[in-house]
């Protein structure tokens, strides 16, 4: 069945901040290897439900399960070490350190935790450092410092240090925000390349973006799912449509 397939689901999420209810019964499941966009105008409790998934918010209500083991009782850090990575808006690459030291430290870390940090070295390594940074497009900056990279590319230095502990399922927050058309163009070449490799999980104002990457499409608004297909069944949704003008 499709819930014993999916590897992440939210059932009936409700979250309160004082009176205002921000996710409101939210229903939401995730594939194994999927890349979901997830949409809706302001406010509609797109950030609030990454944050719930990744423990940095707690929930009032409902459940959240990921590979078959409910985790909204775990602290953030414990549900980092479950195979969870997030990226958010404002990277937090090492600034002072070239390319290469930042990609070798996030190396040595698996889910958040630092594993074999002065142990890094060997040929298998170098040859994955290398790959990860070929992939990001970064190959050529490998020892620059990291304050010298563009904005687009500080982006995908981020991208790559998530990318180096091999989180099952990666959340992202607008990864194109403030980005150049080209730089853009760029990320959604990585994003289809990941596709299928990790479960991904973005949060996108971009529709020229979320078409190019996504399948499906989760809009909400209010704190609920709104509608679910694909960019072009979405998009001629007329609820969907009222939401955007309503906002
Ligand atoms: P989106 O990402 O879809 O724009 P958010 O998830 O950021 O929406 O926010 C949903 C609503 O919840 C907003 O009205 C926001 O002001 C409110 N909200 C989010 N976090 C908090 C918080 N920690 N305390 C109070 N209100 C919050």
């Known amino acids: 069945t499709g819930a014993a397939q999916s590897q992440l689901a939210l059932r009936d999420v409700t979250v309160s901040f004082g009176g205002f209810v921000a996710v409101a019964g939210l229903d939401l499941t995730v594939n194994r290897g999927e890349l979901r966009c997830l949409i809706g105008p302001n406010g509609a409790g797109k950030t609030t439900t990454l944050d719930l998934i990744c423990g940095r918010s707690r929930i009032s209500s409902g459940a959240i399960v990921f590979d078959g083991k409910e985790i909204h009782q775990l602290s953030e850090f414990e549900i980092a070490r ?39 070295g060997g040929a298998a390594d170098r040859e994955r450092l290398e790959r990860l940074a070929e992939l990001v497009g970064l190959s050529d900056d490998l020892d620059k410092q990291a304050t010298q990279l563009s904005h687009g590319q500080t982006q995908w230095l981020e991208i790559a240090l998530i990318l180096a502990q091999d989180p099952p399922l990666i959340l992202m927050d607008e990864p194109t925000a403030g980005m150049t058309a080209h730089e853009t163009e760029k990320t959604a070449q990585l994003f289809n390349a990941l596709r299928g490799k990790h479960t991904l999980i973005v949060v996108e104002h971009d529709m020229g973006f979320v078409r190019d990457i996504a399948e499906t499409i989760s809009v909400m608004h209010q704190g609920k799912l709104l509608a679910q297909g694909t960019a072009d069944e979405v998009s001629d949704d007329p609820q969907v449509r009222e939401a955007y003008l309503g906002s």
């Not at 195979?83 to 190396?107: A, C, M, T, W, Y």
């Open 82 to 120: 479950t195979g969870i990575g997030r990226k958010f808006q404002v990277p937090s690459v090492f600034r002072e350190l070239s390319v290469r030291d930042n990609l070798e430290i996030g190396s040595s870390r698996q889910y958040g935790v630092l594993r074999n940090l002065g142990k890094f």
